[in-house]
């Protein structure tokens, strides 16, 4: 395989610990359109790196399986539809021959749009670097908790010779940036990293039942694991989004009943404050006013009116 610059010696793994990442830092990503069609297939890599990822939707299939990429040892991502509770739902496998099992995947699974396809520049991916990327692909998914794996289990560590397991690490986490790149963060923390003074800014749901912990992203506000929330849903919200909503949620697992109230068994990420607080207080909430931060100041007041206040 070819030679890999970056030293791998402090990477460590196993399903209790996340992989050791390098800091965020400036990358230049190169996105080629086949078709020029910014829609349809696109090519993606990292322009000092052998590692190339195809995002294939479905009803492209037959174009991806002419191109030679198709028949190489890769890694893939099978991304649909959402499941009931809002997540989207996604497959990971590896094969010998990406487009034979993509083929066999358009037969047999009907919930995926498109998929993402993991393979070398250099042709050098062997089964036994798949079978690894696979399991640690399964293992920081599930961890992640952004999406709705269809694999069940993570199985068990494949056997790996430590510098075919450097090279894995490498090769994870270039992917793992250019499948964010192309829209799909699976292996992304809800969480935001703490700040430069080792805190995170937390806020806080309590009052109606409710007594959860979150943060506001840049992509919605993510409600701690273990926050909890009351079980009944008030009268005004009864067969209406709201109420559907909760009940998705206890449906797929992610609230369970506990007690006399309701528990939140993962991180997750809501798309609004408001859903958020609604989630966890069984009636409707403005989630601006309803999260607060330790000082008793509203989400409202630290992050939209202080916005106001610099213009």
């Given at each position: 395989m070819a030679?890999?610059?970056?030293s791998?010696?402090?990477?460590t793994?196993?399903l209790?610990?996340t992989?050791?990442?390098?800091s965020?830092?400036p990358?230049?990503?190169?996105?080629f359109?086949?078709?020029?069609?910014?829609?349809?297939?696109?090519?993606?890599?990292i322009?000092?790196?052998?590692?190339?990822?195809i995002?294939?939707?479905?009803s492209?299939?037959a174009?991806?399986?002419?191109m030679?990429?198709?028949?190489?040892?890769?890694?893939?991502?099978l991304?649909g539809e959402?499941?009931?509770?809002g997540l989207p739902?996604?497959?990971?496998?590896?094969?010998?021959?990406?487009g034979?099992?993509?083929?066999?995947?358009?037969?047999?699974?009907?919930?995926?749009?498109?998929?993402?396809?993991?393979?070398?520049?250099?042709?050098?991916?062997?089964?036994?670097?798949a079978?690894?990327?696979?399991?640690i692909a399964i293992a920081?998914?599930?961890?992640?908790?952004?999406y709705s794996?269809?694999n069940?289990n993570?199985?068990?560590?494949?056997?790996?010779p430590?510098?075919?397991?450097a090279?894995?690490h490498?090769?994870?986490?270039?992917?793992?940036?250019?499948?964010?790149?192309?829209?799909?963060?699976i292996?992304?923390p809800?969480?935001?990293?703490?700040s430069?003074?080792g805190?995170k800014e937390?806020?806080?749901c309590?009052g109606?039942?409710?007594d959860g912990?979150?943060e506001?992203t840049?992509?919605?506000?993510?409600?701690?694991?273990g926050?909890?929330g009351?079980?009944?849903?008030?009268?005004?919200?009864k067969?209406?989004s709201?109420?559907?909503?909760r009940?998705?949620?206890?449906?797929?697992?992610?609230?369970?009943?506990?007690?006399?109230?309701?528990l939140?068994?993962?991180?997750y990420?809501?798309?609004s404050?408001?859903l958020?607080?609604?989630?966890?207080?069984?009636r409707?909430a403005n989630?601006?006013?309803e999260?607060?931060?330790?000082?008793g100041k509203?989400?409202?007041e630290?992050?939209?009116?202080?916005?106001k206040e610099?213009?």
């Open positions: 030679q890999l610059q970056r791998h010696a402090s990477f793994y196993d209790q610990q992989v050791t990442y390098p965020m830092r990358q230049t990503i190169q996105i359109l086949p078709a020029g069609d910014p829609r349809g297939m696109r090519v993606a890599e322009t000092t790196r052998i590692v190339r990822v995002e294939v939707p479905r492209q299939l174009d991806f399986l002419k030679p990429e198709a028949q190489q040892v890769g890694v893939y991502f991304m959402l499941s009931e509770a739902r996604a497959y990971i496998g590896q094969s010998g021959n990406v034979n099992r993509l083929v066999q995947h358009n037969q047999g699974k009907d919930f995926w749009n498109r998929a993402m396809v993991v393979i070398s520049l250099t042709n050098s991916m062997t089964q036994t670097h079978l690894f990327l696979e399991w920081e998914a599930t961890k992640a908790g952004r794996l269809e069940g993570t199985g068990s560590q494949p056997y790996t430590a510098p075919l397991q090279d894995c490498e090769i994870h986490e270039t992917a793992a940036t250019l499948l964010a790149t192309l829209g799909q963060p292996f992304e809800l969480t935001n990293a703490p430069a003074k805190e937390l806020f806080y309590r109606s039942g409710a912990v979150g506001y840049s992509e919605g506000f993510v409600v701690h694991k926050s909890r009351r079980i009944e849903n008030v009268a005004s919200i067969g209406r709201n109420e559907r909503f009940q998705k949620l206890l449906d797929e697992g992610i609230l369970i009943v506990e007690g006399d109230g309701v939140l068994t993962r991180d990420l809501f798309s404050p408001s958020a607080a609604v989630a966890l207080q069984g409707s989630g601006w006013v999260w607060k931060d330790s000082r509203t989400l409202d630290v992050k939209r009116q202080t916005v610099s213009e």
